[in-house]
């Protein structure tokens, strides 16, 4: 069923649902098809369709996938503390930093119990190659994998952008059958009907904090 929702009221409440997500419904697998052939449809670098989409809905399968997150979890704060690491520092100082952190966690626990997991495949590795080819191939999948979380919010159903378990992608790869030197994975996307399809647009910068018309000094 379709949500009556107006294209600008899709775009701005389409969230990264954690704490939402209902466990204990059943998604079908008709729903998510439907939402990836919706997704399908997004641009990509000279229309080579390289995707190939893991969907993982096996509650043993689920539970490994679970695992390798929390442990690259593990590894990504590890890394954190490192002060050679070149992952961005968050404050956790910040009231909103602090939520969000309880809400990364919570997903982190119950990643096991999330209905079907979607792990984003495209071909090639982008790993040191020049700024042209990694946006061709980034730019081959991302606009797929937003599109399908609009597509899910349609219908009452939520997700969130992960890439956390990349820091173990190879095992990931192994655990999945996905050939790890011929295809990158783009990340993880939980996905379940949400408890109550009520969300708000997000705070975000102003956009004239973030423009610059004709010249980046300029506002
Ligand atoms: C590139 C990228 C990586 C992300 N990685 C994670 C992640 O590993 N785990 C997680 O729980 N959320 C992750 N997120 C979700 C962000 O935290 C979320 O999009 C952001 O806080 C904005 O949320 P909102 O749209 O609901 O306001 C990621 C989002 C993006 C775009």
Known sequence: MLLELSPDQLLTTTRAVRRRLDFDRPVPRAIVEECLNLALQAPNGSNQQTWQWVLVDDPEVRTAVAQLYAASMAQHLEELQSAASTIPKIDYSDEG????TASVNYLLENMHRVPVLVIPTFAGRPDGARPFLQASMWGSIL????????????????????????????EMAELLGVPFERRTQAGLFPVAYTLGTDFKPARRRPVQEVVHWNCWSRK
């Open 143 to 170: 606009p797929a994998v937003w599109s399908f979380m609009l597509a899910l919010r349609s219908r009452g159903l939520g997700s969130a952008w992960t890439t956390i378990h990349l820091h173990k992608e190879r």
């Open 97 to 100: 930093n602090a939520r969000l």
